[in-house]
């Protein structure tokens, strides 16, 4: 309640400004300037706050939206109001034309190129006179109001235009769209491996964030009644925006609108008191560098981290007899197993090969992962077992060979669908995202590519039962709320089994789960595996912890420079000279009572009572 | 035939000093991993220092640069330590926000002190030639040549047949395995990024004479070398070499059968192209991606 008094406050008095001082013509223009850069940074921050693709070229779109007016008042003498939807249309289209091949690149080329593209259209916008009038620029018609009422209607389009646009933001943030977007920032590969289509969710992301911006710009136009390429395709425009967003707080709603009214009357102030519009781009570029050196999580998230730190909420630590106790978990609960028995190849890799400059990591390899098998993939460090998974999984394309799975060839689709597919994974090296909560991260796998999943509320009821009894599962239920990057090592493998159990794939890929668990959760690791392979789940095991392998994994396949040299059940494996050869090195011997494990002992066991750190 | 030599001449003289104008560019980055969008900001900066000093003491420009590049090796020193070093892990967008508010900065310093106006240092051989055949070579260009043919030289001989050299080359490639062996990644990476500032010393005073400039004339260079870099391969500096005279051909080629005022139209479409399909640029490999971190 309390909260909500804090957002409506402001608002209220941003509406009932104008009505109570009509005249105050200067503060009226003063505010309508923030009320637009307010909406340029709430719209910027949907690609660049949400999902990490900072863009320097932003004011690239509201010069499109007021060319766009410009030209059809002057063609067609349509009021610039009622030109404004399409500037936003122009702007999208656009966007979206441009934001498909231009978001491939990733970093500095994303940021370079926005800034080409920037500076770009100033150029074609100077040259191609024919449409736009080149350098001596494009006159609109004057506003047909009276003078009395000046700026008002500006100031009120483009404050209710901002609230459409905050309303669009907070729409996002609440959906899977949006936690897809947040996920991509945190980790773009990850996301795809969990099924986040991120070609068409950045793809969206830009193309809404840059329709406000143009809708903005028609108005923009018709208020400046005068436009020409260098005011309108403006460098320093597009460092304003990023400047409000970053001093408000990227990646958070309101942030921006703070940042922008920040901005907007400091620069205001600059020039009254400061000597003039002459100086405003040094004090952009000190401001700037000050932000980025010393506030660059910007005001609000600092705000809210100085009262975290104030009201401390208390940390538990792992239930450890709650995962350990936990009854049995049924996992698929959309799909029936599979009919029993009839073996035939789940995953198939045919001839597969991939190079890293003049190293070649994965060499023509075969590999047939049987229905209803538990899988190792064993081999020393280097041998590839690790860009094998990347291809299968699509994180990689493969120069030369093909990848099957359940009887389609999946080698040329991008890793999301896959995901959709039915193929999950964990990393060798935990890859939650960091900035979610435990409990965000679990529900973030998409199981399918429609629209309507995307759209779809971030968090729904039965999505949270679901993660909550998968976090019960692996003892991490009182995480719920804390984010993932406060968990440790361990925990952090415990939470990334939850999110792909999430999915509920017919094939998961282990990447080493046992480095870093405590042996107490390998054991109870195994015992998952076991139970999820039993409701028909298969699983392609890496892992170098060799007695658990042997204890959990039927067949073996033996990987040595990036190709399978043996496979075979684990009793046979560990007797294979050229495995012991490649692998265990010259020296190894077979065990005898050494290692105390057999893999007759340990499967029958199911773990119990044997060596530490063995299944 | 006339025409399309002197294009050529002129393009590979201004090649070479694009090439200079985007060593250090290179540099820093190979071994910082940060784009400097400062470095156009730097050039103009130094620039407008040969202006005066050769106003006030009527030194030559080009000569000036013994002066200008011990200084803004200091400068590089000082920027490094104040400020790079401090965004040195974080993610790109904050390393490129932090130099383009330097740029700003440096900008709008020179815009209250000095005024917004073009400038050009005149020396007495401003406006003659070199005639050789038919062909016409501008002094100043020929000088800018060969002043930045020399100090590339001596980059290159500094990098690959010192210690020095090799330790930056050293941190470029592994920084964490440089430091094993007792290679401080700091250190290296501050006299890297100097060394890299260095350049602009000679660079801008090689501008003062063959450009006009004005403060806000480093969008327009750091647009230029930027696309020189990208499309020799960010962080080579043989990249640099050859996107410097592929781009420094194709503006006097564009220019002479073009249409100049699409010329600079070019370097953008070449950082698009080059950024969008071979992002390694001509010279950059690709290492193997999925070694964890």
Known sequence: ?615 | MTELVQALALGVLIGGVYALLASGLTLIFGVLHVVNVAHGAFLVLCAMFTWWLWRETGVDPVLASVVTTPLMFGFGLVVYRLLIVRVAGAAPAMSVLLTFGLALTIEGVLNVTAGNKFRSATPGYFSESFRIGGISLPKPQVYGFLAAVAVLGLLYYVLTRTWTGRAIRATAQNPTGAALVGVGATATAGLAFAIGTATTGVGGSIMSVLYPFFPASHYDWISRLLGIIVLGGMGSLPGALVGALVLGLGETLTATYGSLRWSTLVFYVVILAVLLVRKQGLFGTRLREDVAL
């Open chain 1, 1 to 615: 309640m309390r909260r909500r008094a804090l957002v409506a406050a402001p608002l209220v008095a941003l509406a009932a400004y104008p009505a109570i001082r009509p005249y105050d013509t200067y503060q009226h223009t003063v505010m309508l300037l923030a009320l637009l850069l307010a909406i340029q940074a709430v719209s910027w921050n949907i690609i660049s706050g949400y999902a990490g693709y900072v863009s320097l070229g932003h004011s690239v779109f509201l010069g499109l939206g007021a060319y766009t007016a410009g030209i059809l008042g002057v063609h067609t003498g349509l009021n610039p109001f009622l030109a404004a939807p399409l500037g936003g249309l122009v702007a999208l289209v656009l966007a979206v034309a441009v934001g498909v091949v231009v978001l491939r690149t990733r970093g500095h080329a994303f940021v370079i190129i926005t800034i080409a593209l920037l500076l770009a259209t100033q150029i074609m916008a100077i040259n191609w006179a024919w449409l736009t009038n080149g350098s001596d620029g494009i006159t609109l018609s004057l506003p047909p109001w009276s003078r009395d009422i000046a700026n008002l209607p500006f100031y009120y389009f483009f404050f209710v235009l901002l609230l459409l646009t905050l309303a669009a933001s907070a729409a996002v943030r609440r959906s899977k769209f949006g936690t897809g977007l947040v996920a991509i920032r945190e980790d773009e590969d990850k996301a795809a491996a969990i099924g986040v289509n991120t070609t068409r969710f950045k793809t969206a992301a830009f193309g809404l964030s840059a329709f406000f911006i143009g809708v903005a710009g028609a108005g923009y136009a018709y208020f400046l009644t005068f436009l020409n390429p260098v005011g309108a395709f403006s460098i320093l425009g597009s460092v304003t925006i990023v400047l409000a967003a970053l001093v408000g707080g990227r990646g958070t709603l309101w942030g921006p609108v703070i940042g922008a009214f920040i901005v907007q009357f400091a620069s205001e102030a600059a020039t009254v008191y400061g000597g003039g519009s002459s100086s405003r781009v040094l004090l952009f570029g000190v401001a700037l560098a000050l932000v980025v050196l010393f506030l660059p999580a910007g005001l609000l998230p600092t705000v809210q981290a100085w009262w975290l730190r104030r009201h401390p909420v208390a940390v538990e630590y792992t239930d450890h007899a709650g995962a350990l106790g936990a009854g049995p978990v049924v996992v698929t609960d959309r799909r029936p197993p599979p009919a029993a028995a009839p073996r035939q190849a789940l995953l198939e890799v045919r001839g597969v090969s991939k190079r890293f400059g003049g190293l070649t990591a994965v060499d023509s390899a075969d590999l047939t992962v049987l229905a209803g098998t538990v899988t190792a993939l064993i081999g020393p460090n280097g041998s590839g077992k690790t860009t094998l998974f990347n291809l299968v999984t699509g994180a990689m394309r493969a120069d030369a060979g093909q990848v099957w799975y359940d009887g389609r060839r999946i080698d040329k689709l991008p890793p999301w669908r896959r995901g959709h597919l039915g193929i999950g994974r964990t990393f060798q090296v935990t890859r939650l995202f960091r900035g979610m909560t435990v409990l965000e991260n679990v529900v973030a796998p998409l199981p399918d590519g429609r629209w309507r999943t995307m759209l779809a509320g971030a968090v729904n009821g039965h999505e949270a039962d679901r993660a909550r009894d998968l976090l019960g599962l692996v003892g991490l239920n009182r995480f719920a709320d804390q984010p993932a990057g406060s968990l440790s090592y361990g925990q952090q493998k415990l939470v990334e089994l939850a999110q792909v159990l999430m999915l509920e794939p017919r094939l998961i890929l282990l990447d080493e789960p046992a480095g870093g668990v405590n042996p107490s959760l390998v054991d109870k690791l195994c015992g998952l595996v076991r139970e999820l392979n039993a409701q028909g789940v298969t699983f392609l095991v890496v892992e170098h912890n060799i007695p658990m392998v042997l204890g959990l994994c039927d067949p073996v396949v033996v990987f040595s420079r990036g190709t399978a040299i043996a496979q075979g059940a684990p009793a046979v494996i560990r007797n294979d000279p050229a495995v012991l050869d490649a692998y265990l090195g010259d020296d190894w011997r077979p065990p005898g009572a050494s290692s105390g494990v057999s893999p007759g002992a340990a499967s029958a066991g199911g773990g119990a009572a044997t060596a530490v750190g063995t299944c």
